[in-house]
């Protein structure tokens, strides 16, 4: 007897599904897979693309109508991990659209690496081995430990002690009271040390530290947190802003050191008592100061879960912190750019800090501002944003005087006095015209610190010995084979090398055009600026970090350690050593030669260089202690130039109320809206026509005069590692009309790029 075709037979399949799932792949649109079993939109599942398998995200789920027979099977599906939410995938759709990428590889950039390669038994396993090690919350010195551990670890190891720190134990003087030492739970122990877990099993091994189980976490902490400092009546009146219902984004616009981390502190503390699921986003701009920030956190919130967000942790350890945070457990969630798109299903707080910093935009992929999804992320949500800066961007601050922001000002400083700021001429000074980087003015300054005993910084946006190496005698300059840039001098090594596309050989030993033996280096780098203060002050300590020092493991943070430690005299380094660091021993800081920022042909050069120059004379004089008092000095040959004298003045509103108005009359953000189509072959003629025909659909599609479109120019760096590069600039007064364009021009170009790699940028910030 035949089976009734209406109703399944015994052991075959029952109602078939239908998924659309958005796949890691650049595919625009979903794509649809067969599911034995309905699927929350959200799931996490792994899907057969080709000849791959490929993680992806499911949109939706309906009946199967069985119109298609050829659809494939959903592979897997990673039941351990809770569906994404209904506002992750709402944030996810918008950025894409808004910066014009697939959805499905945006969704794949959000997840953490480790996930997107795992089969979800490999998922499901390494959760429950992290709840497992997680049944124990914290660890606690012992009285053995406090006695033995500070000879165990070496004093450059900089990470162990760091765990130590944590712990309670200081690195010189009296063991402390273990009774009162503070509990480190396991979660920020992981931020502070990559290898946390082994070496604290260990540690338990010894006998140095023990286990407090979560379950009697509460009623073993004999203290309470640590206590915070009272807050000023400015601070305080900024987290009362912060308790208003509902989305407001607040600008906190105050000096460095005026305490507006312990502003974010005090709001975030506000936020988690007043709902015990809530969780924060705490957005900060550099991997560098992520575990300074995060002990000041585990300080204050010791019986708080945090999860720390960035791409220098391991694959696995990303993914046990993105999962605390897509589960609810993790309450605080520190982390860079990328952290604004991790799943945090009781969002109710975000804090992003420096919000004027370059890096918080994305500069390839998806080339979204995480601090402009930050505020999205907060009006969907209906909670408030809190962004912070000393010197806002443009952008916010024109919000803020607008009225769009809310504007909170921090007026004082909390410990020490902002520096003087002086401006040494560097035209006809005797020393500079002599070749040295090092003026009569700022040698003057160095050697006075040094006999104060006072640390100065020097710093100068140029790694390696010099920028070139020229020949007097024919004019040859050691130019990259693959870019339209010099190679840079490294001296340390004998290396020529370009900063663009890694090209590295061996330096000349004559002039390869006409074999003279007087190669010179030309300009000036940190390598240089180090060797030139070795010769003039042979008594001093010097230190050097740049990308160069950082690239080996540790070795910038050991150097960091070193000046905290008062180890080291002047420290030479590129713009890393001006951002963030509590330095608290630094009277001088110099700038060598900033004026290249006041002439560059990118628009936002000049409030780069002045965030930059005021960061950097932040680092001085934050406790005050200096008998000279806390100077800043500027080594240019434009002491006239207004952003100096507004720099003078510390007058950041009167700076951005000029830069402001000028962007006025030139048309440019905040006041238009721009988009940059991006694009690079190997032979320049395909370039070329491909650009010109691109343009040429912007400027039909701009039909309606709002929108302007600008021919296609070669990019700063025309051609970098044998690819050459042009732009076009779309630039409109309404941002619906330029997206409108954006989005019928993208299918457009797509048809016609046969080879030519492309990308939109949507509102550029690097030229
Ligand atoms: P910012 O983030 O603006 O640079 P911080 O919040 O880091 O400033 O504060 C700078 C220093 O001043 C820190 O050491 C901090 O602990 C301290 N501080 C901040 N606010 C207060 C306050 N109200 N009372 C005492 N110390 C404070
Ligand atoms: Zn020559
Ligand atoms: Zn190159």
New binding site residues.
Partial sequence: MAADPGSPAAGAPAAQWRAQVAVDAPIWGALDYRSAVELAPGSVVRVPLGRQVVCGVVLRCSVDDGADPALKEVGQVCGALPPLGADWMALLRFSASYYQRPLGELMAAALPGWLREHPAQAVARRLRATRQRERCAAYALTALGAQQLPQRIAQRNVALWRLACALGLQRAGAAPDVGDAPRLPVASARGLHPRAAQVLAEWLREGWVREIPASALGSELPHGPVQP????EE?ALAVQALQAPGFAAHLLF?I???????VYLHAAQQVLERDPQAQVLLLTPEINLTPQLLQRLAERFPRQRLALLHSGLAEAERFDHWAAAHAGQARIVLGTRLAVLASLPRLALIAVDEEHDPSYKQQEGARYSARDLAVWRARHLGIPVLLGSATPSLESWHAACTGRYRLLRLRQR??GEMPQVDLANSRDDPLLRAGGPIGRALFDALAQRLQLGDQSLLFLNRRGYAPVLCCPDCGWMSDCPHCDAHLVYHRTDRSLRCHHCGHRQPVARACPQCGSLDLQPVGRGTQRVEEALAALFPQARIARIDADTAARKGQAEASFAQVHAGEVDILVGTQMITKGH?FRRVGLVAALNPDAGLFSHDPRAPERLFAQLVQAAGRAGRAGASALGARMLVQTAYPEHVLYQALQRHDYAGFAARELEERRRAGMPPFRFQALLRAEHAREPRLQDFMEQAAALAAELAADGATTVYPAVPSSLARRAGVHRQQILVESDRRRALHVLLGAWRPALQALAGGVRWAIDVDPTDF
């Fill in positions: 400092p009272q807050l000023r601070q105050g460095t050191g005026s305490g507006k981390t312990e909390a410990g509590d």
